[in-house]
């Protein structure tokens, strides 16, 4: 394999020719490796939660076992992990001489793996266990004793027959081949079954499992709407080139507030009375939940609820004699033929934890949700800011946090990896990082600076290049706000920074008989109101909005501005209009309107760099998905492109829509007819070519979003494509290309030895905790105010231009300083950042009914189902090249 990951035949180690790249037969790509490691900075001592194992076994070989559990009385599969970690609880306890003592650990689903073989390749068997809930239907679920019927029970013994098939053998001295640079493909393989004995491990504890994270539930804090952020860690192995760690961090999900079944309505709706609650969206909440009915104590599944009152609902009851069948209702039976009194759920509807067409109902007050169920519906802004805050730890803290998770959950006394010979060091690791110098910036005349502690601002200063206000309205649609303040305080702090403001061409208040009417009917008629005001349209819009991020005018008057009419608009919601306020408003006004409010020293040539030297554009790639449950909501897929080079801060994008929870862009490359690329890429490069009049010989690729799993995808699907684009835009034109995948959503941490404040900014590392032998990095490029710092991982996956690792992380680390929107380093370079802002705001655009919200309750289209993607509106040629996004 060549340093840029392509799959080579010979010996010859030297690099294919660029052109080649693009050749009609294809080699698999594969993922670049590392060239060198960075020596620029000054050096400092980190830690960071990976915790050093030590593997020393006798065995060669993990065993993979397929297991099959099915009931004996009817053939049908046992579904729920939960059931089949108890049936393989049983199993190790009444047929351990027939499995020789041997442990093993299982998934709770198809595969359990063993150190060494079992004694045959084939085991059948069965085990009983008893109360089982079956799902079987009846008439009620009613306490045992007293008069009646007595009920069918829910729960109760049942026999499961087990099969235990051999599968596979999986190399232990795979992950050593790792360890040692060597690519293997066994390695995934064990790796995932030491994942799968923590997880069977953490089961075995009774937490809750969400992938490699579990939860205990004892710490747990309320967000609103009878959720719970539920605070629990993190664990996975890991291979590094200081050998095999256990990473283990934080980790956050959220789950339904335990109890009784009306409180958490009550809470679920924000109301204070039961009779306000909306009776068809608590369908939808709770079906699939599981509750504990009273007083019998067992536990069965929501389905539904009774399409009347308990005190008109009906079912057939058989009398004593069972003779024949009475109509009663399910009030009756419990009062009248149970002697049990009810309160408030007799004019309720009843739970059904039957069948749809076998309904169980149960009175509402005799049901309780049990805890540790995951929450699974879309997040509102409040509760989402709740987890963020909740879930924030200072270093000290978190490091304490997992040190004691590490040593409660006493992995040294599991039995399995034991056996494996598998040590885990209970210290955080050591590691050397560097501090990257910070990056020069320029702002206007000439003024150079370097950020401190990666921030700066524009006291006394002027932005780079000054856009013109000019031709400019206001729009109100909050009654709370006095126009005429932000109007002249935006005038005041514009002629301060360089940027002339011109007086309003009219200040265009909402009628107040209109905020009733739809979001799109308010929209339409504020602009009615401009066009028969104003000779001509404006160049720039103000529009004041009268709720902070959720406004339901923002979705409509983004589409209006940017893609009917083409006009370039800022909205704000000011809570206090000051100067830092209207100043940071200007930041993002100037940026859409064509200006810079600073630039990098290296784009000005006053320090030339590889970007700037030979024409080099880069793209930032990110494809945002609905909510979740969500799975009818198009995924919207962004690029941006750098335009002007050699300005590596100015940039455009170009959005696409495509099929549901598609994360691989489909648009990149879209050849039609008349030989015509109607494709992502060829709307960049048409820009820069125009903008510059050369075609870049560098094409830097910035991809976000995707796990280690899809990197293969992003090489030879997306890069394809890319490549595919730029050959049919010329095919005597050969760039060279590199591609790095930014990861934000990852567990590795640093933190300060000997501090309890976080990492500097620029703080880098790309030795010990990384890749033995591929060429990635953690940089942690801004300053960490609260909580503890997320560094971003970056995974070099493709490198035409061989680069050494100082020129590349410089490059990384210096555009995580070209972000127009504000005055400090991000935490991901700015082309990603922009194309995710692009994606979110094209994504506005897109308005669904209400009746699609009865889809999300139920889990949404599957994907066995086809999904109507609609035509995401496209830009207005008169906004299409402007940063519209920041």
Request: with cysteine.
């Amino acid at each position: 394999m060549d340093p840029c990951g392509r799959s080579q035949a010979g010996s010859s180690s030297a690099p294919l020719p660029p052109s080649s790249a693009i050749a009609p037969a294809k080699d698999e790509l594969f993922p670049a490796l590392r060239r060198d490691f960075g020596r620029i900075g000054h050096k400092v001592q980190l830690l960071t939660n990976h915790f050093n194992v030590w593997l020393d076994t006798k065995e060669n070989f993990f065993y993979l076992y397929n297991v099959n559990l099915t009931y004996d009385d009817n053939g049908n599969p046992v579904t729920g992990k939960s059931i089949g970690r108890r049936v393989m609880d049983k199993v190790l306890v009444t047929y351990a001489n027939s499995l020789q003592g041997k442990g093993f650990a299982y998934d709770g689903e198809h595969n359990l793996f063993t150190l060494g073989s079992l004694a045959q390749n084939l085991f059948q068997l069965k085990v009983v266990l008893d109360d089982v809930y079956s799902g079987s239907a009846g008439g009620s679920i009613i306490p045992q004793g007293g008069a009646g019927k007595r009920m069918k029970r829910q729960s109760q013994s049942k026999t499961i027959k087990v099969q235990i098939r051999f599968a596979a053998k999986i190399p232990i001295k795979s992950i050593v081949s790792v360890l040692r640079g060597q690519e293997t493909e066994h390695f995934q393989e064990a790796i995932n079954v030491l994942d799968v004995v923590l997880r069977d491990h953490a089961a075995k504890k009774g937490c809750l499992l969400v992938r490699q994270s579990f939860f205990k539930g004892d710490k747990c804090t309320g967000i609103g709407g009878g959720a719970l952020a539920c605070h629990g860690f993190y664990t996975s192995f890991r291979a590094t080139q200081g050998g095999l760690t256990l990473n283990v961090d934080a980790s956050t999900t959220v789950v339904i507030q335990q109890g009784p079944v009306m409180d958490f309505l009550l809470s679920n709706q924000n109301l204070r009375v039961p009779q306000d609650i909306d009776w068809n969206k608590a369908k939808r909440t709770l079906k699939n939940l599981r509750v504990k009915v009273s007083p019998s104590g067992k536990e069965g599944k929501i389905t539904g609820l009774s399409e009347r009152i308990c005190r008109e609902q009906t079912f057939m009851m058989k009398r004593r004699n069972g003779d024949r069948e009475v109509e009663v209702t399910v009030y009756e039976y419990f009062v009248h033929h149970r002697n049990i009194s009810l309160g408030y759920s007799a004019d309720f509807p009843c739970i059904n934890i039957g069948k749809p067409k076998h309904p169980n109902y149960v009175p509402i007050e005799f049901c309780e949700l049990v805890s540790l169920q995951r929450y699974t519906k879309a997040l509102s802004v409040q509760q989402r800011a709740s987890i963020v805050e909740t879930s924030r730890q200072k270093p000290r803290d978190r490091m304490k946090f997992l040190i004691d998770a590490l040593r409660t959950n006493n992995y040294d006394k599991n039995g399995f990896l034991c056996s494996a010979g598998i040590s885990i060091y209970p210290d955080f690791t050591r590691v050397e990082g560097r501090v990257l110098p910070t990056p020069k910036l320029i702002c206007g005349n000439n003024e150079s600076f370097v950020p401190r502690n990666g921030r700066w601002n524009f006291n006394n200063k002027r932005l780079w290049t000054a856009c013109k206000i000019e031709k400019w309205a206001v729009v109100n649609f909050s009654f709370r706000c006095n126009t005429n303040q932000i109007c002249e305080t935006l005038m005041r702090c514009g002629n301060m920074k360089g940027v002339n403001v011109s007086n309003p061409l009219g200040i265009f208040e909402e009628d107040p008989r209109l905020r009733r009417s739809s979001p799109f009917e308010r929209v339409d008629s504020i602009f009615k109101n401009m066009e028969n005001s104003l000779s001509e349209p404006p160049m720039f819009i103000l529009c004041i909005l009268p709720e902070r991020k959720n406004s339901d005018i923002y979705g409509p008057w983004k589409r209006k501005c940017l893609s009917i009419i083409g006009i370039v608009n800022q909205c704000i919601v000011p809570t206090r209009v000051n100067d830092q306020y209207m100043t940071n408003v200007l930041l993002k006004i100037n940026a859409k309107l064509g200006g810079l409010n600073s630039i990098l020293t290296i784009e000005n040539k006053m320090e030339p760099s590889f970007a700037t030297r030979i024409p080099t554009m880069i793209f930032g790639m990110d494809v945002s998905h609905g909510p979740p449950g969500r799975s009818d909501i198009p995924s919207i897929a962004a690029v941006v492109g750098s335009t002007h080079w050699p300005c590596l801060s100015r940039y455009r994008a170009s959005v696409r829509n495509q099929s549901p929870r598609t994360e691989m862009i489909a648009s990149l490359f879209m050849p039609g007819p008349e030989n015509k690329d109607n494709g992502i890429i060829r709307e960049l490069l048409q820009d820069f070519c125009s903008n510059t009049g050369k075609r870049p010989e560098q094409i830097i690729i910035f991809r976000d979003g995707v796990a280690e799993s899809q990197f293969s995808q992003v090489l030879n699907i997306e890069l394809d494509q890319i490549m595919e684009a730029c050959k049919f835009f010329d095919e005597h034109w050969n760039p060279r290309f590199l591609l790095i995948v930014a990861q934000k959503i990852h567990h590795t941490k640093f933190f300060q030895a000997g501090s309890p404040e976080n990492v500097q900014p620029g703080t880098i590392v790309d030795n010990q905790v990384c890749h033995p032998n591929r060429n990635d990095f953690y940089l942690c490029a801004h300053a960490g105010m609260i909580g503890t710092t997320r560094p971003t991982h970056y995974y070099v996956l493709y490198d035409e231009l061989n680069l050494h690792a100082d020129e590349l992380q410089g490059l990384v680390h210096s555009l995580c300083y070209v972000y127009q929107r504000s005055t400090t380093a991000v935490s991901l370079v700015a082309p990603i950042c922009y194309a995710h802002l692009a994606a979110a705001q094209m994504g506005q655009f897109i308005k669904y009914d209400e009746a699609s919200e009865s889809a999300s309750s139920h889990g949404g289209v599957t994907s066995s189902c086809e999904v109507l993607v609609p035509e995401l509106p496209r830009l207005n040629r008169k906004v299409q090249s402007s940063m519209f996004f920041v």
